[in-house]
């Protein structure tokens, strides 16, 4: 699953690495500062493919999916932040990832090993550094009464690579968007034929991972101190990759 992430990139620096023509709505008005610990029930910056200007856009949405029959977030039970590919089309996922696309920005993403009740976490990067998209879905979601509405989202998992696996010992991972395949995840294309052949374990190869202090497993924390290596010289050398 991916339960958190970390979006150390401002407004600026998305659009320049997305390549957004426009920073659409509330998004505008908006520092989007960079956020260490992103938790679902939070309002996020995710890209869409503006069909009528044939443009990315960015957009503020809710990191949870809400699907039409849920009248109230507050008494919604489904666990929806994450979207499991192998259910992609079926049920409530299945409108949204064949006309609903999006891409999360990200600097890293963290998952947690247990060791008897303690939970140590793991963050997860690029060996470049560079800022990347988890692949999601999304919809608009509007409340019974019509007082109420948002875009919301979903992340999709994926079977682990060898890094996630070996340092975690998960059985999923989030999905990771190549940049050579962005355009096509975005663009809507023909429903009869989804990208399902994108929905693949990232090259373990390209990524880098460290243990991070517990500070982390909070979300009332959200210090840039978030997810730095731990001191300890033996941990951090087991950590990296």
């Given at each position: 699953?991916?339960?958190?992430?970390?979006?150390?990139?401002?407004?600026?620096?998305?659009?320049?690495?997305?390549?957004?023509?426009?920073?659409?709505?509330?998004?505008?008005?908006?520092?989007?500062?960079?956020?260490?610990?992103?938790?679902?029930?939070?309002?996020?910056?995710?890209?869409?493919w503006n069909?009528?200007?044939?443009?990315?856009t960015?957009?503020m949405?809710?990191?949870?999916?809400?699907?039409p029959?849920?009248?109230?977030?507050?008494?919604?039970?489904?666990?929806?932040?994450?979207?499991?590919?192998?259910?992609?089309?079926?049920?409530?996922?299945?409108?949204?990832?064949?006309?609903?696309?999006?891409?999360?920005?990200?600097?890293?993403?963290?998952?947690?090993?247990?060791?008897?009740?303690?939970k140590l976490?793991?963050?997860?990067?690029?060996k470049?550094?560079?800022?990347?998209?988890?692949?999601?879905?999304w919809?608009?979601?509007?409340?019974?009464?019509?007082?109420?509405?948002?875009?919301?989202f979903?992340?999709?998992?994926?079977?682990?690579?060898?890094l996630?696996?070996?340092t975690?010992?998960?059985d999923?991972?989030p999905?990771?968007?190549?940049?050579?395949?962005?355009q096509?995840?975005?663009?809507?294309?023909?429903?009869?034929?989804?990208?399902?052949?994108?929905?693949r374990?990232?090259?373990?190869?390209?990524?880098?991972?460290?243990?991070s202090?517990?500070?982390i497993?909070?979300?009332?924390n959200?210090?840039?101190?978030?997810?730095?290596?731990?001191?300890?010289?033996?941990?951090?050398?087991?950590?990296m990759?």
């Amino acid at each position: 699953m991916c339960g958190r992430y970390q979006r150390r990139s401002d407004k600026q620096h998305i659009a320049e690495a997305f390549a957004l023509e426009d920073v659409d709505g509330l998004a505008l008005e908006l520092d989007l500062a960079p956020n260490y610990n992103v938790a679902p029930g939070t309002m996020q910056p995710v890209i869409v493919w503006n069909e009528d200007f044939g443009i990315r856009t960015l957009q503020m949405m809710f990191w949870r999916y809400l699907p039409p029959f849920c009248s109230d977030p507050k008494d919604f039970k489904l666990s929806t932040a994450n979207a499991a590919s192998p259910k992609l089309l079926q049920g409530i996922w299945k409108d949204s990832f064949l006309t609903r696309r999006c891409l999360i920005p990200a600097d890293t993403f963290i998952e947690w090993q247990t060791e008897g009740r303690r939970k140590l976490p793991w963050v997860f990067a690029m060996k470049n550094n560079e800022i990347f998209a988890l692949g999601g879905v999304w919809r608009h979601w509007r409340s019974a009464d019509r007082l109420r509405e948002m875009n919301t989202f979903a992340i999709i998992t994926v079977e682990p690579n060898d890094l996630v696996k070996e340092t975690t010992n998960h059985d999923r991972m989030p999905l990771i968007i190549r940049k050579p395949d962005w355009q096509r995840w975005l663009e809507p294309g023909v429903p009869e034929r989804p990208p399902i052949d994108l929905m693949r374990p990232f090259d373990a190869e390209l990524m880098k991972a460290w243990r991070s202090d517990t500070a982390i497993n909070s979300v009332r924390n959200t210090g840039p101190e978030l997810g730095a290596p731990l001191n300890d010289k033996t941990d951090e050398q087991l950590g990296m990759f």
